[in-house]
């Protein structure tokens, strides 16, 4: 009989002690954990901004003028130099032509006063030259008085002959006329063997007359300059109304149409760099005390959230600004030029004033021991709870570098600890807890 209940005896407290202990685990908080491995973190301060070109340019009418073709809409791409706009230039164009007109005008008064100042110069520095040139003008003049007798015989036959009705009308009028040229070329000839002999025998007037050629050619240079500054005037105020593209980039606003009238300093249109864009961001004023020139920034946009795209604050503004009960501090990132970031298949990916997701990044941490914001614990220092042997252990830590959901471990773990990150209550050190299903 004893044999039996002793068994049994035993089988009770086994069972009871089970029960007991199944009890107790049944009691103990229920905890999720996570491994502690090894990831990247960053400090950031993120914002939103809109995108701008760095480069804008607002093309103003520099004259008064009729358009008669746009030649660049709202849209499209320019290059530097490149014709944006034309004007009716038929005025100009006309006037550029007499310009020019006069222009050849003038250089030949000027070579024809140059060749006489030129001779006329020689003539009075060389007596030798002096005598050729009163020479030449006598011969001059007894050839013209030749020609003239001839010419006078030569019409007293012809008008014998008319009377005898042997020459027509026609020739005699001819003889006449002859005449008439032969003693005008006489007169001229006279005329210039006066003042010849004048300037050979009296060199005052030879003087006088040196200086009236001076003054002659001088004249012609000073037409030729006054006809040169109008030529420049006219080709600038065409230049005016010939308004080409002063950048690389696209028509961003233009609200012309052919045949209006502009006025000088009329908004023609909008012209940006498109290839060269920064970002204007609107940070908290409590972020923006942390954010230096030279900080990395990531951009995205919710059209394309397979993208970032990249760049650095180039200014931080030196005071806030109130906006919508907000006080905030304008923050400019210039994004990384390069048709590989910002364009896709010829297809521009950034437009300017798009909307975009900013997250500057203050310092960044590679491979680094990284655990969840909200597995850290605070009391005097901060501290985690280390799943071991199935009891929850009290274990302090040193940390570095967090962002918005992880924080960096530099003391106190090691890779592939057990932490927990969630209880059912408040732990104990020591505490037996059991892990939840996950």
Known sequence: MKKIIFPIALAAVVAA???LVLGNTSNSPAIETIKLGRGDISDSVKATGRVEAVVERVLRAEAEGKIV???KEEGDKVRIGEELVLFDLADLDDAVARAGLEIEQAEIAMRLARTKLDASERTYEDPIERASYLKDREDGYRQAVLSREAAERELAISRELYAAQAESLLSLKAKEDRLKKA???????ERELDQAREYVTGKEKSAI???????EY???VNQKKLAEVTLREILRRRKRLSPTSPLNGQVTMCELKEGMIVTVGQALMTLADTENLRVRAEIDELDAGRIQKGHLAAITFDAFPD???????SSVAPQARIKENRTIVETVIL????????????????????QVDVKIIRERKCNVLVLPLSAIQRDTTPFVWLYHGGAARKMEVSLGLSDMDSIEVTRGLKEGDEVIISSSRALKDGEKVRAALR
């Open 335 to 354: 994004l990384d030029a390069g048709t590989d970031i910002l364009l896709d298949a010829g297809t521009e990916l950034l437009k300017i004033a798009n």
């Open 218 to 220: 001088e004249k012609a």
């Open 183 to 189: 003693l005008i070329d006489q007169q001229q000839a």
């Open 17 to 19: 002690g089970f029960i």
């Open 209 to 215: 007359n040196l200086s009236m050629l001076k003054a």
């Open 307 to 313: 993208r970032t795209f990249t760049g650095r604050v």
């Open 69 to 71: 073709q746009v030649l």
